[in-house]
Each structure stands twice: as C-alpha cells, then as structure tokens.
C-alpha cells in the first residue's frame, strides 16, 4: 500500500505549458522536484536492493559451500531456490505481510529470495569447474584444504561468481520499484503516485529512467570491480 506525503504531481491548472498540458518529458518539473521527490526515492532504491544483495550474497555462498561439501544437499537448496524465484512479487509480498506487516523487511525478505537461484547456481557452478588437477597440484604443494580454496579454487570461481552477482543485482534493482507495493520507499513510489494521479508522464519517465540508469550503472561497476580483482584474465586474454 502506498502513502502519500505530499504532492509530487503538479495540479494541472498551474506549472509550465508543459506540466499543465501534461506533456510527455518536463524538464521543468524534473529540476523542481529532483530534491523532494526523485533524489530520496534513488537513494532509497539504491538501500533497497544494495542490503537484498548483500544479505542474498552471504546466505548463498554459505549454500554454496555446503552444497559443495555435501552433494546430497545440492539438489534440494537448488529446488527451494528455484521455487521461491517462480513466485510473483507482489504474490510474494501478500503472502508475507501477515508474518512482517508492511515493513523494510518484507521487501527485503523477498528480494533477498530471488537472489538467491541465480547467485547460489553461478556460485556451486563456478566452485565445481575448478580443474580437479590444478586442486590436486596445490595440495602437492603442501597448501592446506582452507589455503587451496582461499587461494586457487575461490580466485578461479570467481568469474562466474561475479557474473551470477551482477544478473542478481540488475534483476533485484528491477524488482525493487515494486517495493512502492509495501512501504513508501524506493523509485517504484512516484511511479506508483504518478499512475494513480491521471498518469503524470514526466514522473514516471524520470523514476523509469532512474531505475535503469542504477542498474546499468550498478553492472558496469561489477564489472570493474571483477577486471580488477581477476588481472589474470586480463593477461590471458593479452596472450
């Protein structure tokens, strides 16, 4: 449920040619409510889905490590991770309200479960495709388990771990505009207003634009983060 608190649609009576005629991109109203009503709500998206990634990341590597230890708990972490992906959001927030009530940590909940399918399945796939024999040469070399996979099998994963995040945050900052549903918080809320108050264009544009310019961005600095933490590939690739 959404709550208002305040107008951040112009009265079509007042305002430039444009927001009375309720064009289709205010540059006007962008600049005017930028600091009341779009800069909170980014900040809020950016909180949102920055804690549902975090949390998810934590929760399945952990998974991970203990599929990867014990294989007949693969199949069913997979499966529940694979369900709770399938459960439309806003199913998903319904069902949760009677436990959590219109709070943070019902969009979090489950935000945090639809990340975990994807980082959970790059996480084990990444973790097994370590070539048996480089695994073998470093305990030869007198590494101990905990050494061989802080230092050869986590550093060759890291590839697919890293790609399974960046899917995970894009998609979970995608979701995340839904999160208006629950609480008043995050790009979906001017979305939300602007659709219930005669469908303002220049507010859902921006909050739209909003949203896909933090996913994008959120992406290309993933990548970045993973060019500078893997410099071997850089220099296979050079080769």
Known sequence: MIVASGPVIPNFGHGSSCEVN??????????????DTLEPALVQHVELALLAVAIGFAIAFLLALLGLRVRLLDAPIG???DFLYTIPSLALFQLLVPF?????????IALVSYTLLVLYRNMIEGLRGVPAE??????????????????VELPLATPA???????????????????????PKGLG??????????????EILAAGALA????LTADALLLLV????????RRARTA
């Open 79 to 81: 499966y529940t991770a």
């Open 22 to 35: 309720n064009g289709f991109f205010c540059t006007e109203w962008v600049s005017a409510h930028w600091h």
């Open 212 to 215: 896909v310019a933090l996913a």
């Open 226 to 233: 993973e060019r500078l933490i893997t410099p071997w590939r």
């Open 161 to 183: 771990i890293m790609a399974g995040l960046r899917i995970a945050t894009v998609s979970t900052v995608s979701i995340a505009t839904v999160a208006a549903f629950v609480i």
């Open 100 to 108: 959590t009530g219109l709070t943070v940590w019902t969009v979090e």
């Open 134 to 151: 480089v695994v073998e040469a470093a305990r030869g070399s007198g590494f101990t388990r905990t050494q061989t996979f802080m230092l």
């Open 189 to 202: 809320r001017p979305i939300f207003i602007a659709l219930e108050q005669d469908v303002f264009k220049t």
